[in-house]
């Protein structure tokens, strides 16, 4: 195999190159050292294909632009491939701040990344295997240190963990609904599909919850919201039919007042008449 192979004197207690290579593997190659590593090292993928796989995790066909880690204390095994083998470079990390940055990206927990060439990521990656070559002067190493920061600084923005979504109670949830068509009514966008985007549910949940919780559908309850608004308006101002419609979330007046008829059982107008002193 052709490759290189580099270790460095420790310079921070808090991040820290120790070691880098380069390496163009032969086919079905494969790593016979110790498999449980001390420390943190970063693989990106330069060229051909191999398979990867770390402790409770199935194996994974990764190729140029995938990056790998083998994580401090994990097992790791990874192989060339057979026609197509890889080569790839590594930068061997340790300190204290290492495992709580790492903890912030989705490598943490995969152990692997696809397709991360064109990621600021893997640009600040390169520059800190670029750097790792120059001679150990005090600018380079406050280089060296500031390039660890900036890539583990895009690998948890651009490759952020997943956190759980937090479990909201039916009683919660429904509690947000109300107060979420309460304030909105008057927007003719507000709608049971954007009542659903908000709570991140589906319709038929959402149908569930409300019929659970008073008896009627969400659409008929918004709608509820809407017209007893109106009768108020309409016996209580002097605006018109048209204006009054807007106000309450809907574009046009035909459609409001053939709303309003529905639930009461009379046209806006004729509802005025009746209520107005």
Known sequence: MNGEYKTLNDISLESNVLFFGKESCLPNYYFTGNNVRKNYVIHYILKGKGVFSSA?????????????????????????????????????????????????????SKHYLRQVQNSNFCKSLNKLFEAVHNPNVLTNDLLTESL???????????????????????????????????????????????????????????????????NTSPQQFLIKIRMEEAKNRLKNSQNSVQEISASVGYIDEFTFSKAFKKYSGFSPKVFRQMNTK
């Not at 190729?63 to 790791?76: H, S, W």
């Not at 491939?81 to 204290?96: A, Q, R, V």
């Not at 109670?169 to 659903?196: F, G, P, R, T, V």
């Open 56 to 108: 409770n995790h199935e194996a994974v066909q990764l190729k140029a632009g995938d990056i790998f880690i083998l994580p401090k204390g994990v097992p790791c095994f990874y192989q060339a491939d057979g026609k197509e083998p890889w080569t790839y470079f590594w930068i061997g990390l340790s300190g204290l701040k290492i495992a709580t940055m790492l903890s912030g990206s989705v490598l943490s």
């Open 148 to 214: 660890i920061y900036q890539t583990f600084y895009y690998l948890d923005t651009e490759y952020p963990i997943k956190k759980k979504k937090k479990h909201l109670a039916n009683s919660e949830q429904l509690k947000i609904a109300l107060n979420y068509l309460h304030d909105n009514y008057d927007d003719h966008n507000c709608s049971i599909a954007s009542l659903c985007n908000k709570l991140d549910v589906s319709r038929s949940y959402l149908y569930n919850l409300f019929k659970s919780g008073f």
